[in-house]
């Protein structure tokens, strides 16, 4: 049962697939807890988990392990064929795309679009937080996505906090305002998928039967130079855990951390967290 003013999370997930472990990580903590979430994909489709990350004899070739437990796994199973993620928002009809500058009438479609991002923020107001799931799919459909990038920028505005895990960070680092186009996470510390961790071969993708070699940019490199002097990437290779808490950001490095960044986004929104991890 939903505790009388519980919070409530916008849950933002690829179409190309998500790593099962770092939707049912967070999800775990926030069922406990009675927040309400609300699920949100590119296009409105129903998001699906990656198959490997529902198969427990899958070996991780960088870790050369299984990194998906049974009980992982059929608690995957059990979200990715639940009514959960039915019905899904679809970004692109509720954040609107600017225009471009070659455009007929710009300045008055600029001016539009400004407006209709304002009434979208507004919107939002009613989340506590936002996550951005993993995987590979972020990788396709929400890095350089200027939508999410919208949403993304209400939520720093707002002052509220914004958890990404995986690649799913990648957005993060892409997330800047047209004015001064300066990193949102410059000066920050943060963590995220980690260059020994990248596959050398294979990375796949849901929808498509395109599988390429190692993943189209090492997320570490651009996070050491989005985070600038004044802040830093933690890749804690050789850790079990890594995950970095530089309020409003919330970052979990792959798979493991899932339920550990779950658990400090609730230490965030409930205790007044404000860092963790470095």
Known sequence: MARRNAKKILVILSEYGYWGEELVGPLHHFDQRGYEVVFATPTGRRPHALPPSMDPTYIDPPLGKSVTSEEVAKLTRQVDESDRLADPIDIG????ERPYTADEDYLRKLEAYHRAVDVVAQE???YDALLIVGGSGPIVDLANNERVHEIILAFLRAGKPIAAECYGVAPLAF????????SIIWGKHVTGHCKEYDYKDGTGFLGTDFVMGPPPYPLEYILRDATGPDGRYHGNFGKETSVIVDYPFITGRSTPDSYLTGEKIVEVLEDGLRRFGW
């Not at 009809?93 to 609107?96: C, D, L, M, R």
């Open 175 to 182: 997330a800047r305002d047209w004015e001064d186009r300066k």
């Open 93 to 96: 009809a509720w954040v609107p």
């Open 124 to 126: 939002l107001e009613e």
